[in-house]
Antibody, heavy 120, light 110 residues
Framework: QVQLQESGPGLAKPSETLSLTCTVS?????????WGWIRQPPGKGLEWIGS???????YFNPSLKSRVTISVDTSKNQFSLKLNSLTAADTALYYC?????????????WGQGTLVTVSS | QSVLTQPPSASGTPGQRVTISCSGS????????VNWYQQLPGTAPRLLIY???QRPSGVPDRFSGSKSGTSASLAISGLQSEDEADYYC???????????FGGGSKLTVL
């Protein structure tokens, strides 16, 4: 059974960089699929951030692309998100999920999410 | 403001049939497959319908999806109290080069 688990600090300061990691269990990232990040501000809807595959091919939301880095570490079966120049608008529940393509809205397995608050 | 338009709310009584619409354009719903997600309170989204009308294993057949032109719909028949949740449609947009989610529809079982 595939499981995903996000980890990272729950609090970040404005202008700083957020770093989150998603650890995958029950499936090897090298086996295929794309691995994505989606966020949800409190009380609001879902926003796709970007996706990556095992070889590092990435797709990003154009509205966030200049601030986002997504990387993969197949040896640890993890993928990571870095979001810089944080503002309060980046406060959200951040989910990692397994997708079937970089240009697809199909995500069949999600982590439980990790809340990130941006505040000084 | 999402490029996919969903009604913010929907409601029904137990046993009823409810539909939730998702209206898009030729660059998204009109040219790509639609997926639907169910988000129960305090939980992560769950893939409910994929490729317009397919159900993942474990999803009851009370849930069905359809697509026509630039609109898609999610139907829930035999409504149950545990269906109370937020429902989101999602699709790839060829013009914006982004995965877009609808604004979400909150379903209330009266």
């Amino acid at each position: 059974q595939v499981q995903l688990q996000e980890s990272g600090p729950g609090l970040a300061k404005p202008s700083e960089t957020l770093s989150l990691t998603c650890t995958v269990s029950g499936y090897s990232i090298s086996g295929g699929y794309f691995w994505g990040w989606i966020r949800q501000p409190p009380g609001k809807g879902l926003e796709w951030i970007g996706s990556i595959n095992h070889s590092g091919r990435t797709y990003f939301n154009p509205s966030l692309k200049s601030r986002v880095t997504i990387s993969v570490d197949t040896s640890k079966n993890q993928f990571s998100l870095k979001l810089n120049s944080l503002t309060a608008a980046d406060t959200a529940l951040y989910y990692c999920a397994r997708g079937n393509s970089g240009s697809s809205s199909w995500f069949d397995t999600w982590g439980q999410g990790t809340l990130v608050t941006v505040s000084s | 403001q999402s490029v996919l338009t969903q009604p913010p709310s929907a409601s029904g009584t137990p046993g009823q049939r409810v539909t939730i619409s998702c209206s898009g354009s030729s660059s998204n719903v009109g040219s790509n497959t639609v997926n639907w997600y169910q988000q129960l309170p305090g939980t992560a989204p769950r893939l409910l319908i994929y490729t317009n009308n397919q159900r993942p294993s474990g999803v009851p057949d009370r849930f069905s999806g359809s697509k026509s032109g630039t609109s898609a719909s999610l139907a829930i028949s035999g409504l149950q109290s545990e269906d109370e949740a937020d429902y989101y449609c999602a699709v790839w947009d060829d013009s914006l080069n982004v995965v877009v989610f609808g604004g979400g529809s909150k379903l209330t079982v009266l």
